[in-house]
Every structure is written in C-alpha cells, then in structure tokens.
C-alpha cells in the first residue's frame, strides 16, 4: 500500500496515518505501509487532484507493478468535494488515474478507511 | 495595549500628509493609508521603535481601477500600512531589504495579482504551476477560471529541469525529495545541493496543494465560507474556522455571547493538543524512534475522542460559526473531558520527560538546525518556531482573543534556538493547554452560545489573528456590503515559517534535514491555499566545523 496525498487539507492524511497506530493497527490485516511505489499493490490518494500534482500522480500509478489498485478516500478524491470547482484542481481522481473503491467522508473516519481496504480484498478474492 | 498606540501615534506625527486615512475601528487594529511609496518610510519608523516588529502578510486586493497592497505589521497588535497602486502598471519599491521575512508575501502577490516589486531578489512565481500562461493572474476581479481550466495540464516538465540550476559544478550535487517521499507526508519538493555530507542551500517548491480557496471563497457568502476555510487544514481547522469568525464578526459589530468565547476556547486547545501530539509522534518517525510515534499517536486518540464527542466529527469540527458556536456543550460531558484530561496529561508529563532526557533525541535534535534570535526577528516567524528561537511571541497573550483574556496560562519560550528547543516548546504547550481547557470548563458562563447575525455583512475590513498550532494565523476580510466577501486573505503559520528552513539547514547534514524538516511542522496545505516558496538569496557559503558541531546544553 501506498499513500500519496495529491492536494489534501491534511485531514484524510492523519487518518490514513492514524490507522498505522495502535488503536487500528491496520496490520492485522496483513497491510503494509510501503514507501515505494515500485513496492506497492494498492495506491491510497487522498485529496483533490491539483494541476500540479497531476502528472506526478500519473508517474506514481505507472511505476507501481500490475495488478494495481487504486483507492480514493476521502470526498475531495471521490468528488471534487468543497474544491470541485476551484481553478487548481481536477474534478475527481477518476479523470486522471483509474479507481477501483471509494471511501467518501470528511475526513472518514479511520473505521471506514479500514472498511474500504477490507472491500478491496473481498473484490480481490471474488 | 500601550504599545500599539504609541505605534500608531509615531506613525501619524511622523508622516504627517503622506497619511491619507487612518482608522482605528478597535483595539489593537489600525488600518493606515498612506501615499503611495511612503510604506517603506512607515515600516521603517516601525522597525526603528520596536525589535519585535515583523511582517504577517501582505494583500493584494483588485479595487477596479486600482490595486490595494495591505502590509499587515505585528507591532502590539495588527497595524495595516496600505498603499494603492494603478492596476495599468502596477510597481511598488520591495521591503524586502527592511525586512527579509516579507520576500515570499511579496512574491505571491507577483505570482496572484501581477504586481512588480521593484528591488525584490528573487521575484518568481512562488505558488502557480510554472507554466500557467503570462498575464493571468487568478486573484484579479476581471479573471474567470474557464480562461485557464483546459490550458494548464501538465505542470510539472519545465520546474523538474530547472528547479536546481547550479551555477557551478563541481563536488556539489543535486538532490531532489519529493513530492512523493516516504519522509513526507505531503506533497511539496526540495532541492538540496549538497556538498558531500552537508547541505549547501534548499530551494523548497510549494504549490503541490495549490487549490484556489481564496478565489473560491469571493463566490460563496460569509456563513459558508466557515466551512470552506476550515478545509484549508484539516488539522487546525478550529483556528481558520475561529480566525474567520472573528474577522467577520469584526466587520458586522456582532457581539459573541461569552459561553460561546469559551466554547471555542475549548475546542481551539483539544485542536492544539492534538496536533502537537501529532508532531511529536511524527518527530519521533522522522528521527528513527518509531515505538514513541506509537506510544505518542496511541495516546493522541483520545484526544480525538473528545472532539468527536463535543463537536460529533473528528476532524473537521464544523463548530465555529459566525455569531457563536454551532452546538452546546452536553451538560454531563465536563467530568469526562477532565477526566480524560488528566490520564493525558500524564502520559504528556512523560513525554516531556522523554524529549527532554532521551539521549538519542537530543543528539539527534541539539544544535541541529539553529535559527538565531536575530534571524528569527528578520525573517518573521511566527508560533513555536519563534518561541523555540527565545521570542516571547503568542496572540493568545499579545491580542487576545475567545476566553484568553481571562484565562491565566504561560507562554512557553526556549533560548536554544535549535531543533531540541522547539520539540520541547510544543511538548510543554501540550500540558499548558490541558490547564487552558480544564480551567474553562470551571468557569465556563452560562447563557446563549449563538447569536443570530444576518447574511449580509456592512461595509468594512478586518483582520482577524488567532495562535493557530503552528503558529500566528491571519485571516484578512473584507466585505463590500453583500451577503459575499469581497476579498478573504489567508496566512497560515507554515507560510511565515518555511522561509527559515534554509537558514536552519544550511551546512547541517544531510541525515539532519528531516529532524528540522520536523520541528518546523510544515503544514503545506495550509501554506498552498494559494501558493509559493523559494529561498531569497542566492548566497551561499560554508560554516566551519566548529561552527556545526553541537553545543553542549546548559
């Protein structure tokens, strides 16, 4: 798993971030923070997708080994949220990369973070 | 405060004609315009008075036919110095010679409005993508989105190449971290040059969480701006949300019920409390100390708990309101809070215990990456990082605001000026605000915790200043008799604190960047809201060994 924040208020990040602690331990479920993209499966963004981070994102996605998944957390990554139509970013993460499970909230809370990754899975083994 | 008007005063007698208007609609805030070019000679006669002046921000507002330059001075309180240049050509003289800490406020102004600083060292883009086309400029009134939406894509190619021009190669090389770093957590570039071990300079590239709030928030009214500002960090999302409340409760006379005040209070320091925990966890990360990053985020949680239940979100508390706060405090919920309070302040007193004695921490953090007094003067930082540099500086004392005035607290300050100091600084306000909110819960008022205040706001400008976190948080208003802002201006801490990273850096070592990278607490999308970073000089020099090595602590 990796995480790439690609213009987000922090807010989705800390709890992206707070499910590697203890009281989440998102390990459990045999997930790893990994800090390369070149190591990673599944590709975490949150955040509205600013012009300037676009292209930088589209490197990531393309250096990750296939099969590759992507998911959006947080209501920026899904839908724009309050930014959608702010001149620095894109709509949606799905108009520049692929996604395969959307976490929507503001920020999610860490429980529904995890219960996106454990969708994943299930899609995974079905 | 007797400061303020004694600036104030020194400024009036001074300039004497070349001061055209001058209100001052409440204590600690002046609003000055002076003729256009004398701004030098006014902050001049400021510096001259008093060591502490410094710069918060600068805005740019499109009046038409004219552009508004706001210098915001910190000096007792908020003393803005207006100038008026013709949108036609716009050109100002640079104050960046006076002082060094206004050159990246300078340039966003170059990069949103257009504006020439005539002088300035370094005057480039700071926060756009660097190919968004010339001329436009996204802040000005006659600028619509659509005129750039499919033009600008691929932003990236030219500043790869270009980010580090190296004047001469030799042993020096180039690296680049980020946007994608494990280190980082958001997404910004550095470019070190590095000579070896030792890092020769940085030039940091913001605009990574380049969003466009400010231009986004002229376009919807005040009461749902509230919610949008409080997006422009989702960690201390209470200060925006409080700092624009004020601001706008400033504009419309609007008086807070006194329940309300510390209510915010309240949620503002759970805000603090959380967020220092953060750093210092991921301080801890950064350093190599991973189990402290566990033991500190486990014991941050909560924390998070009582925000969750006092304002039933986690994060983005959505509590603060124009006129108020948006919900009551249950009745039964006090004995938890201070329960829970005193569980984590223990765990909070060992903290400070294990910063203060690891030995692994201090040889990680002592000496590393010094900021002097001085330097911290000149380049106006603000927050912890000043307090870590021996400056007595807190808006919570030096304008108080919500319940602060009547709450007793102390302003934590370290003389080291270093890494150590200002992981510690944050370390204590973590105990001091568990006091802060303790206290208020005793003496919480009784009555309304919500006024109602009409969507149309009067006429004005204000500026509204909170101790965000990280440090002083300015939110500039101003309104033009409509139920929508006419221009809503952003400074976050992280801004006012990032132009130091390269004086705190320079001929430290490489395995140090990410220590001090740490105890500057970066907050980038804070910083990006609307753009910028750069370096100001291209000096460049090396510091002696002796003058590297730690010095022994006291």
């Not at chain 1, 957390?73 to 990369?97: H, M, N, P, Q, T």
């Not at chain 2, 419309?252 to 967020?275: C, F, K, M, Q």
């Not at chain 2, 919480?444 to 101790?467: D, K, N």
Request: hydrophobic content about 40%; some cysteine.
């Amino acid at each position: 798993m990796l995480h790439f924040n690609t213009g987000a208020c922090n807010g989705c990040d800390i709890e992206v971030v707070a499910l590697l602690t203890p009281r989440y331990d998102v390990e459990r479920f045999g997930v790893l923070l990994q800090p390369s993209p070149r190591h990673a499966d599944v590709l975490m963004v949150t955040g509205p997708v600013t012009k300037q981070c676009a292209p930088r994102l589209r490197v990531i996605y393309q250096q990750m080994p296939s099969p590759k998944f992507v998911v959006a957390i947080g209501a920026c990554a899904c839908s724009g949220g309050v930014f959608r139509d702010c001149y620095g970013v894109y709509k949606r993460l799905d108009e520049v990369i692929p996604v395969d499970v959307y976490v929507p909230g503001c920020p999610p809370k860490p429980e529904a973070i995890l219960q996106g990754v454990i969708k994943l899975l299930e899609k995974l083994k079905a | 405060m007797a400061m303020f008007e004694e600036a104030v005063s020194i400024l009036k007698d001074n300039l004497g004609n070349d001061v055209l208007e001058c209100k001052t609609p409440k204590p600690r805030r002046a609003y000055i315009l002076v003729k256009l070019g004398c701004h030098r000679d006014a902050i001049s006669l400021l510096l001259k008075q008093y060591e502490q002046t410094g710069i918060s921000t600068i805005t740019g507002t499109d009046l038409g036919s004219e552009i508004e330059l706001n210098y915001h001075m910190r000096c007792g309180g908020a003393v803005t110095i207006k100038n008026r240049v013709p949108k036609e050509k716009p050109r100002i003289k640079t104050i960046t010679d006076l002082l060094p800490g206004a050159a990246f406020y300078e340039r966003e102004v170059f990069d949103l409005l257009g504006v020439m600083f005539e002088g300035h060292p370094n005057l480039k883009r700071l926060l756009l993508p660097d190919n968004w086309p010339k001329g436009a400029y996204p802040l000005r009134k006659d600028w619509k989105p659509q005129d750039v939406k499919s033009g600008v894509s691929d932003s990236e190619k030219n500043s790869e190449t270009n980010g580090g021009e190296l004047k001469e190669a030799t042993s020096i090389v180039n690296v680049v971290v980020g946007p994608q770093h494990p280190a980082l957590h958001e997404p910004e570039r550095f470019s070190f040059k590095v000579d070896g071990e030792v890092v020769v300079d940085v030039e940091p590239r913001l605009g990574y969480v380049h969003r466009g709030i400010e231009k986004a928030a002229e376009h919807l009214m005040f009461f749902q701006d509230v919610h949008l500002v409080e997006r422009v960090c989702g960690i201390c999302n209470a200060a925006h949300t409080t700092c624009f409340s004020q601001a706008v409760e400033d504009i419309g006379g609007i008086d807070v019920p006194p329940r309300a005040l510390y209510l915010r209070t309240i949620v503002h320091e759970l805000n603090r409390i959380h967020s220092h925990l953060l750093l210092l966890g991921v301080a801890g990360l950064l350093l190599g100390y991973e189990a402290l990053f566990q033991h500190v985020w486990r014991d941050r949680e909560p924390i998070m708990d009582l925000i969750e239940m006092i304002t039933g979100n986690r994060l983005m508390t959505a509590f603060n309101t124009i006129g108020g706060v948006r919900r009551d405090l249950d009745p039964n919920a006090a004995g938890k809070i201070k329960k829970t309070l005193e569980e984590v302040k223990k765990r909070a007193n060992f903290y400070k215990v294990v910063f203060k004695e690891d030995p692994t921490l201090r040889l990680r953090t002592e000496g590393v990456g010094v900021l002097s007094k001085s330097d911290a003067l000149k380049l106006c930082v603000a927050g912890p990082v000043a307090r870590g540099s021996g400056i007595d500086m807190d808006v919570r004392k030096d304008d108080a605001y919500a319940a602060y005035e009547e709450i007793p607290f102390n302003v934590i300050s370290y003389k080291e000026c270093d890494s150590w100091a200002r992981l510690m600084v944050r370390a204590e306000e973590v105990l001091e605000s568990i006091d802060i909110v303790i206290y208020a819960l005793e003496h919480l008022p009784s009555g309304r915790f919500r006024v109602r205040v009409p969507r149309r706001q009067p006429e004005g400008e204000a500026v509204g200043r909170v101790e965000a976190p990280r440090g002083e948080l300015i939110h500039y208003v101003k309104s033009d008799g409509t139920a929508y802002p006419y221009r809503v201006k952003i400074r976050s801490p992280t801004l006012a604190n990032i132009i130091s990273f390269p004086t705190m850096i320079r001929g430290g070592y490489v395995a140090d960047i990410p220590a001090v990278l740490g105890s500057l607490d970066p907050c980038f999308s804070c910083t990006d809201r609307m753009v910028f970073l750069d370096t100001q000089n291209d000096r460049r020099w090396y510091w002696s060994l002796e003058e590297i090595k730690p010095k022994k602590a006291k």
